[in-house]
């Protein structure tokens, strides 16, 4: 979508949600040093512009793995797998794009970024009614943090160029068809021109 015809970001009103940029995740994208570099600079922005960056991650504790139900096909063998463990390197967020004093950081067990955390009411305090979606996958926690924040109102965008999946034909089909009914797709240039100080 055409950045221009946009309005401009509030950034007081606005979030940036970098999602499931972790250590045991960030490796198995495509071109991962690209990624991280595009999100590390939409993250530079929107701290210039006086936005608000939320980061999410995936771990578990051991009560986290013992509640997760066989039914549940995603989590049930990495709960048995015992993996992703709340305190293992895996689950630390890549230190190139790491959390500064002052940003909202939330560990979640599910896919959807507010499924299982407290996110939309640290949202909800700071005014926030807009958010910008970075993550892994894009089949993943951007599909399901994007439905689930279009249903709660929200005005969302999603970084075409600062999400990324394994299967590239998915993360096309999503983009072009699928996101553009609850959300602007757009790429990290045309976050910097929706930003106060970009153009």
């Known amino acids: 979508m055409n950045a ?8 007081e009103r606005t979030a940036l949600l970098v999602m499931d940029f972790q ?15 595009r999100v590390k600079e939409a993250i530079a922005g ?11 991650r995936v771990a578990f504790t051991e009560e986290d793995w013992a509640a997760v139900p066989e039914a549940n096909t995603t989590f049930s063998p990495i709960a048995a797998a015992k993996q992703f463990h709340h305190e293992d390197i895996a689950t630390r967020i890549d230190e190139r794009i790491a959390p ?8 979640k067990v599910r896919i959807g970024a507010g499924s299982t955390t407290d996110l939309h009411r640290q949202l ?11 993550g892994i996958s894009t089949s993943g926690v951007v599909l399901s943090t994007l439905v ?3 249903d ?8 075409s160029d600062g999400v990324a999946d394994r299967d590239p034909e998915v993360h096309r089909v999503l983009l072009d068809r ?3 009914a609850r959300a602007h797709v757009i790429d990290t240039v045309g976050l910097r021109a929706l930003l106060p100080s970009g153009g």
């Open 4 to 11: 221009t015809a946009l309005p401009t970001l509030v950034p």
């Open 23 to 37: 250590n045991g995740i960030v490796a198995s994208t495509p071109e991962p040093d690209a990624l991280i570099e």
């Open 46 to 56: 929107v701290r210039a512009g006086g936005g608000t960056v939320g980061y999410v």
């Open 100 to 107: 500064e004093d002052g940003d909202i950081v939330v560990r």
């Open 124 to 134: 909800r305090d700071r005014g926030i009614d807009t958010l910008v979606l970075a």
């Open 148 to 150: 689930d924040a279009a």
């Open 152 to 159: 709660r109102d929200y005005r969302v965008y999603v970084l």
């Open 178 to 180: 699928v996101f553009p």
